[in-house]
């Protein structure tokens, strides 16, 4: 097609007149119909003068050229919003009130072997799938995602409530998996649609926020519905608040249709893609999630599994260079600076992070001598500062547009908060604890949502999606890598340090896996297995100092982008 002639204006303050003749000319770009619309000027001297302008295509069935941003009014958004914060809230809730309740279940079902796989199988759905919804929200739209992930998790916490058995509690866990792990990804991806950049950290702040409170009252409330009611409400307490999230996302979240049959949609689906990446995930995060427990992490299985899991995420790789027609994970997100960097800070400060949620109780019920839920209490500070910063942080940045020092603030903040927590002791004052625990909290505050912001002003609005749940993907298969490291130091150091301390009489399992049973030990014999416990979770903490380093170190090189006032396409970096 020929360049646009460009014109002069061959008269001054005089009217023209204009005549139009329409051609449509028969021409593909990217699939799509290109209307060229041919203008023929008839000016004052009788010279006429043709000019062609591109007429904007009509979006053509199947294919993604929708633009699901919205501007709602503020009132509206702030349902919207409330709905969304409960959908987060809810998510998770659900994993850490679980825990609480499965020792009770293990008895009711007289399955103590089979335990871990409730956890397990929650993990590996909701991880696997994870990185689905990017793409997936935009072929069928964000708000039938959303609606779609919510109504699995409901689905699925209705089916454990009621299970009657261990085999069937742990497939209605993976159920619900599927559903929770899109879950926090549709929220940011739906908050990057209706909040404009330069405005969306106050709102993910807040979101943060909902995610690290609902992690320490998920306990409590488990402990209260185990204790006093039944460890069925753990489950069925999912249902009024899903309720509540679902009424309030269908009748005010209204989203600009996303065009194309179902069936045409379907095509759009990179099967092939989609099995390869959930295989190879799931694949490696067994031997993760069995290494240093079920087997020794140089057993046969463990290394097959990883092996088998690697050879996978070399064909999903190349199926989504050479093959794929529309990739799950687009290559090209990959060539960009921030969104790589972004991925990479992700992965390694969710290895502290979760490594921090994960051990921190156990300091408080070993080392300390508190109970579950008092252990639960004592993450306050932590929980705090998180809120606190996250929000502060948020709005920071709304009212600058800067993004990046809060980041490399946030990254450093913990790698120093890593570094004091890897001295508390049995001696060490609440003084302390409350202290390191508020500079953790306020520097994964800083940094966990506002990193987000960085990813999604370098990229065009149609690979938000992607990129949104790509970051909260890597944040998560950072966990699982960082609690196994964690829990392989972790064990190596208490076993060797038991065996050398411990009294023969003494069970060394027991005293590994029971902390109510090391305060019902002489003085002289739980001082010594407390230190051990000392001795091990200081590998632990410390070990987190060069994870959220490596974090740190990258945020330096981060590009800062200006953050948009206004919805709409974004320019690439």
């Known amino acids: 097609m020929s360049d646009t002639t460009q014109e002069n204006d061959h008269s001054n303050n005089s009217s023209s007149t204009f005549s139009e003749d329409t051609t449509q000319i028969s021409t593909r770009s990217h699939s799509q119909e290109i209307n060229t619309i041919k203008i023929v000027i008839n000016d004052d001297n009788g010279h006429n003068h043709e000019k062609s302008e591109i007429k904007p295509p009509s979006p053509s069935a199947g294919e993604n050229v929708d633009d699901?941003?919205?501007?709602?009014?503020?009132k509206q958004l702030l349902i919207v919003f409330m709905g969304l914060s409960l959908a987060i809230f809810l998510s998770s809730l659900d994993q850490t009130i679980v825990s609480t309740a499965l020792p009770k279940i293990a008895s009711d079902f007289h399955a103590l072997s089979d335990i871990s796989w409730v956890g397990t199988a929650y993990l590996l759905t909701s991880t696997a799938f994870q990185p689905l919804y990017g793409k997936f929200s935009d072929i069928f739209g964000r708000k039938s995602s959303f609606l779609f992930a919510i109504s699995t998790f409901v689905v699925g916490s209705v089916l454990?409530?009621?299970?009657?058995?261990?085999p069937m509690l742990i497939v209605s866990r993976a159920i619900a998996g599927i559903g929770g792990g899109g879950i926090m990804s549709l929220v940011m991806i739906i908050i990057s649609d209706i909040v404009p950049l330069r405005e969306r950290g106050k709102y993910q702040g807040i979101i943060g926020g909902t995610f690290t409170i609902s992690s320490v009252v998920g306990p409590l409330i488990g402990g209260a519905f185990t204790d006093h009611i039944s460890w069925r409400w753990a489950f069925y307490i999912n249902l009024p608040t899903a309720a509540l999230t679902i009424i309030i996302i269908i009748t005010m979240l209204h989203l600009p249709h996303v065009y194309g049959s179902l069936k045409e949609k379907i095509k759009r689906i990179d099967f092939i893609g989609t099995i390869f990446l959930v295989a190879s995930i799931v694949i490696i995060l067994l031997p993760l999630n069995w290494g240093g427990n079920t087997y020794s992490w140089d057993s046969p299985i463990v290394i097959s599994l990883f092996c088998v899991g690697a050879v996978l995420v070399c064909v999903f790789i190349f199926i989504e260079f050479r093959i794929a027609i529309e990739p799950v994970i687009p290559q090209h997100l990959f060539k960009l600076r921030n969104p790589v960097l972004v991925y990479i800070t992700s992965f390694f400060i969710g290895m502290a992070f979760y490594g921090f949620i994960y051990y921190l109780p156990l300091y408080f019920q070993a080392v300390r001598g508190y109970s579950a839920t008092e252990a639960g209490l004592q993450l306050i500070p932590l929980?705090?500062?998180?809120?606190?910063?996250?929000?502060?942080?948020?709005?920071?940045?709304?009212?600058?547009?800067?993004?990046r020092p809060w980041i490399i603030f946030g990254y450093g903040l913990t790698t120093v908060a890593s570094g004091l927590l890897s001295t508390l002791n049995e001696n060490s004052n609440r003084g302390e604890e409350i202290g390191y625990l508020l500079i953790a909290g306020?520097?994964?505050g800083c940094s966990m949502q506002t990193?987000?912001?960085?990813?999604?002003s370098s990229v065009e609005h149609k690979d938000i999606a992607v990129v949104t749940s790509l970051s909260s993907f890597f944040r998560t298969i950072?966990?699982?890598f960082g609690v196994a490291i964690s829990g392989a130091i972790f064990n190596n150091k208490l076993s060797s340090y038991l065996i050398?301390?411990?009294?023969?009489?003494?069970?060394?399992?027991?005293?590994?896996?029971?902390?109510?049973?090391?305060?019902?030990?002489?003085?002289?014999?739980?001082?010594?297995?407390?230190?051990?416990?000392?001795?091990?979770?200081?590998?632990?903490?410390?070990?987190?100092?060069?994870?959220?380093?490596?974090?740190?170190?990258?945020?330096?090189?981060?590009?800062h982008i200006p953050l948009r006032k206004t919805l709409g396409p974004i320019i690439a970096e």
């Open 68 to 74: 699901q941003t919205t501007l709602l009014p503020f």
């Open 160 to 166: 454990c409530g009621a299970s009657v058995d261990m």
């Open 383 to 403: 929980v705090l500062g998180l809120v606190l910063f996250s929000t502060v942080s948020g709005f920071a940045t709304t009212v600058t547009g800067s993004y």
């Open 442 to 444: 306020a520097g994964l």
């Open 451 to 456: 990193v987000l912001l960085a990813a999604q």
């Open 478 to 480: 950072g966990g699982v």
């Open 500 to 559: 050398d301390t411990l009294p023969s009489n003494i069970p060394l399992e027991l005293v590994k896996n029971s902390v109510e049973y090391i305060h019902t030990l002489p003085p002289d014999t739980q001082t010594s297995i407390i230190h051990a416990y000392v001795h091990a979770l200081s590998y632990v903490f410390f070990v987190a100092i060069p994870m959220a380093g490596v974090a740190t170190i990258t945020s330096l090189f981060i590009k």
